[in-house]
Each structure stands twice: as structure tokens, then as C-alpha cells.
């Protein structure tokens, strides 16, 4: 379990505080969505989880260690937007395994090979990463991560800009890792990749304003809207048709659920 318990921030050379009492928990195997408007902390907070920037004001523990224990960086794994700015080799082998120096030979490969199947690229093992798309080079670098055998993994927008293609097969990733059993905090400014998150945490002048249940996710979408975070499409789409008394039990919000419940709306009409 990560905690983060009145953790308030104020970069050095600014004196704006950004994060303000901060109180939250992510639970073991679950998906959150930090969102916020921009400028509003959620990368700080990413940055702070990971040890990237140093916490002086709170406290931040990950199964009941303290963030500063060296114990709990080899727990915790973060990916940021843009996979240009976090490559640092050409060679796909020698990139991933830049961070697992000290480790065995065989173990390296064995590391290398199970995290390339994980995001889907095994067979690019030899590749350069300058050929890749923008979307493989991000899946690479879920990848560098997933090789390190995090428990707990932070994606900073990791799809923003990457292609609708690209960022579907990522969240088919970040799904298929679920339920392998990581725990991911997913930083997003993307409506629909709130879809794929178990709870939602607004965060709103430094602290979280409001924390959604997806499942409640249709009923309090306009907490989204009240704090100008954009509405996922498909709960757009479900709004108008409550507002067309057109009701549908949605439970996981993908389109294809949407679409079976409202041909079984039509089907029980045409009965009638
Ligand atoms: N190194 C820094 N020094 C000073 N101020 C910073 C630094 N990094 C970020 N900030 C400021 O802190 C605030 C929060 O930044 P942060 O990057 O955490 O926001 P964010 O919610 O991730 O924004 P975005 O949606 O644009 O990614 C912003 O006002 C930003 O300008
Ligand atoms: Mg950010």
C-alpha cells in the first residue's frame, strides 16, 4: 500500500505551494487515476512517490516503509510522457539493461525477455529504438521499468502523445498488468484513460477534491466537469441518453459493453 499523509510542497525557487495537506492511499492491485488541471501537482506528486524530488513536508510510505529506505525504490517504477526524453541508448537490449547492472547474465535475459513479452515487443528485442513509433518506444519503456520487478508502477501521462492506435495497445498493457497484479497510479490529462482506473482522484489547489469510484463514475461525472476535467466520451454519450430516458446498467465502460446493453435495451423494446 502506498500513503501519502499531509504531505504539503513548495518548489525552492517558487512560492507557490503546490501540494497542500495531501491525504491519500492506493491500495495493493489497484488502478488510480491522478487528474487535475494543469500546473495542478499531479507530476509532483508522481515525482515525489518516486524519490525524484525530495519530500520535506509530510510523510509518503510504501508498505509501511518510508520513502527515503532503499528498500522501497526497487518497489516503485515511474514512466514519463514523452519516451524521447527518458532513452538513452539506441540498442533495445542495452537500454533495458542499463539499470539492471550487478544482476547475473542469464537473470539480465531472462528479465529482458519477460518484460519485452509483457508490452508486446519481443520480437523487436534486437531492433534500434531511433525505428520505432512513438508508442513502441513508450512500451519499451514500460518495459525498462517492468524489468526492474516493481510491485508498484507510476505512468505520467504515458499516453498523451501517442496515436489513438498506440494508446489503445497501452492501455490493453496497463489492463493485462493489473491483473497480473501490479498497482499503478496513472497520471492523466485524457478523459478516457480514466475509463481504465479503478478510483479517480481529483486534485484540485494541492489537495485531492474528490475521489470517484469508477463504478460511480456515472453518477458523479460531473465532479469531473466541476473541476474542468474533460467527461470520458462514452459517459458524454450515456449522459444523453439519460437525458433521453434511455437508462443502461454500464459497468465497465468500453464500447462494446455499451453497445450489447443498448441492443438488449432494443430488443426488450421491440418485445413490448
Ligand atoms: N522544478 C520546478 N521548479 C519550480 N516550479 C515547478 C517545477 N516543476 C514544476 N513546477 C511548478 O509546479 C506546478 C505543478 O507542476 P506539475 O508539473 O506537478 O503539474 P502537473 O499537474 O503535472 O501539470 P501538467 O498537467 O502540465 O503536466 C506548476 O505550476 C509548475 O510550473
Ligand atoms: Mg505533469
Redesign the pocket.
Known sequence: MIKVENVSFK?K??N?T?LDNLNFEVKDGEIIAIV?Q???????IGKLISGIIKLKHGNITIDGLKIKDKKVQDKIGIVFQNPENQIIFNNIYDELSFSLKGLEKAEIESRIENSLKQVGMLEYKNNDLYSLSLGQKQRIMIAEVLAKKPKYIILD?PTTMIDSQGKEIIYKIIENLKNEGYTIIC?T?LADEILIADRTLILKNGKIAHEIENEDLINKSYLLKESGIKEPILLEILDKLKENEIILDIKNFTVDELIYKLKGKLKDEKCN
Open positions: 518548489y525557487n517558487s507557490k503546490i487535475g494543469n500546473g495542478s501537482g499531479k507530476s509532483t501521462e497520471i490529462n
